[in-house]
Nanobody, 122 residues
Framework: VQLQASGGGLVQAGGSLRLSCAAS????????MGWFRQAPGKEREFVAG????????RYSDSVMGRFTISKVNYNNTVYLQMDALEPEDTAVYFC????????????????WGQGTLVTVSS
């Protein structure tokens, strides 16, 4: 499985960005997907996850209500719409994928993309 993340950049506080992650390999509807982030000097943390079908999602408390994860199976892409961005959201964002039979959100992933940098200025 190969993952290609894109969409990061520099944005002012209060602004928006949309991250994309395209996956190759097995049919996309076998994949549960997720986004993690890692800020300088901090550990990687979970941001959002979505089930195989896209019918279930989960968010960290810090992004709940501001970020939206979605999954489009026909083009093998998962998105993270980030609104009302805060300087604390500055980090490298990684997408992850896991081949899974159950249609649930998982916090454990098998493969990772290369990361895309999001910088939010105050």
């Amino acid at each position: 499985v190969q993952l290609q993340a894109s969409g990061g950049g520099l944005v002012q506080a209060g602004g928006s960005l949309r991250l994309s992650c395209a996956a190759s390999g097995r049919p996309f509807n076998y994949y549960a997907m997720g986004w993690f982030r890692q800020a300088p000097g901090k550990e990687r943390e979970f941001v959002a996850g979505i089930s195989r079908s896209g019918g279930s999602t989960r968010y960290s408390d810090s992004v709940m209500g501001r970020f939206t994860i979605s999954k489009v199976n026909y083009n093998n892409t998962v998105y993270l719409q980030m609104d009302a961005l805060e300087p604390e959201d500055t980090a490298v964002y990684f997408c992850g994928v896991r081949t899974i039979l159950k249609d649930v959100v998982t916090l454990s992933y098998e493969y990772w993309g290369q990361g895309t940098l999001v910088t939010v200025s105050s």
